[in-house]
């Protein structure tokens, strides 16, 4: 090791890995095209519709023909809304506390709501239970998918379980890939609350790091097979495949669930932002189109994710309890320290420059019991400076470890 934690603090280094955001080379990729995708005066999509003017709530017919193509289920059962996936994942939990779902009472109701949530996770997931009032109860993740045994033992028991929050391929931030039994079991387990529902946040379907594109079985089709058909609200948007910013979003589920979604929705609006789904809807055309785009987005994204790993290896592969995930997909890294040494490294890496995100905070209300986990997002910086972050973080683990004695 050629540097030390002394000498990296002196080098006055300022790069901030804090969130999983596109690069600005990320977001060239659509910028022009998507701006040359309407012609001047151009407004009326391929049913005739002025894309100007209110109306189609549920989103053009042929934006929801792109998100049934990505998503593969049928146009019926999408909803193709503004650029966050995050929003619409907000709302359904507000509209089942305030109206319920279509199959039952207003969550409000009863009281307690709790969700089941795979940790480490994604943590504006729980940022939404915080600032809703639902109770989080953390669970464990397996490598598969969270720990069905301990999920199904909790779904049958309590019935103010109302969901679970899942990031089924390349979660965020583990990289983990839910197996077909892991899904097979979510879409067929009794549980005591007849209106459960999957929060099925499929974010990372198409953002693959390397040329094998893993896939997940269809969990409204598996739930469907279990004589659930409701149980699943998928959700994913274009946000980091586009424009992150100006991008769309896709909610898809039974077609008795998007009556639902329409129901509550029309009280806050009389239609999205159609002209953007109509430039987005003329520059990607189909799923083909879209994943020729995501090779451009991996070649870009590789080398930073191989750096990291690249450079633990370098500094961190002789410490005991020390570990990193590889992942094949998705925006982050998942670092994990011995016990109680997270958060010590966090600090360090400020004081070295480094702006990572706050340790414990891929957990319920930011407590990871052991204060060992750490998420790296590579995405954001430019190359040379992801190397440098790197080096950074793991000259900060080191000097923790070493502070223990």
């Known amino acids: 090791m050629s540097i030390t934690y002394d000498d990296f603090r002196k080098l006055g280094i300022k790069i901030d890995m ?92 009863a009281g307690d709501i709790a969700f089941l949530c795979p940790v480490p996770g994604y943590d504006r ?71 459960f529902r999957l929060f099925w946040d499929d974010a990372y379907r198409f953002h693959h790091l390397t040329q094998q594109k893993h896939t997940t079985l269809n969990m409204i089709e598996a739930c469907a097979a279990a004589g659930h058909p409701d149980r699943a609200l998928m959700f994913a948007s274009l946000s980091k495949i586009t424009i992150a910013g100006a991008a769309l979003a896709f909610v898809a589920s039974s077609r008795r669930n998007v009556d639902w979604w329409q129901r509550c929705s029309s009280v806050r609006t009389i239609g999205p932002d159609k002209l953007n789904q109509l430039r987005h809807v003329r520059f990607l055309r189909d799923r083909q189109t879209l994943e020729g785009l995501m090779a451009h987005h991996r070649a870009l994204l590789r080398p930073k994710f191989d750096a990291v790993t690249t450079t633990f290896s370098e500094i961190l592969a002789d410490l005991p309890g020390v570990s990193w995930t590889d992942p094949q997909g998705g925006y982050f890294i998942s670092l994990y320290t011995p016990d109680g040494l997270a958060q010590r490294t966090v600090a360090l890496a400020a004081e070295a420059g480094i702006a990572m995100t706050p340790a414990g905070a891929a957990f319920p209300h930011g407590l990871d019991p052991r204060d060992r986990h750490l998420r790296v997002a590579p995405t954001f910086p430019a190359l040379d400076e992801v190397k440098r972050a790197a080096q950074g973080i793991a000259l900060s683990l080191r000097r923790a470890f070493e502070e223990r004695g």
Request: glycine share 10%.
């Open 18 to 109: 804090t969130r999983g955001k596109p690069s600005s080379e990320q977001l060239d990729l659509c910028s022009e095209p998507l701006a040359n995708a309407l012609k001047a005066g151009e407004f009326t999509s391929r049913d005739g519709i002025d894309c100007r003017n209110y109306g189609h709530a549920l989103g053009l017919p042929e934006a929801r023909e792109l998100g049934a193509d990505l998503l593969g289920v049928t146009a019926e059962q999408v909803v193709a809304a503004g650029n966050s996936s995050l929003e619409l994942m907000h709302d359904a939990v507000a509209f089942a506390i305030l109206h319920g779902m279509a199959d039952g009472t207003p969550w409000r109701n």
């Open 125 to 195: 997931h729980f940022a939404i239970c915080a600032a809703l009032g639902v109770r989080m109860i953390p669970v464990p993740l397996t490598g598969n998918g969270p720990d069905m045994d301990f999920v199904e033992a909790q779904v049958a028991a309590d019935p103010a379980i109302k969901g679970i929050w899942c990031v089924p391929l390349y979660s965020n931030p583990t990289g983990e890939i839910y197996s077909a039994d892991t899904i097979r079991r979510l879409a067929s387990m009794q549980t005591a609350a007849p209106d």
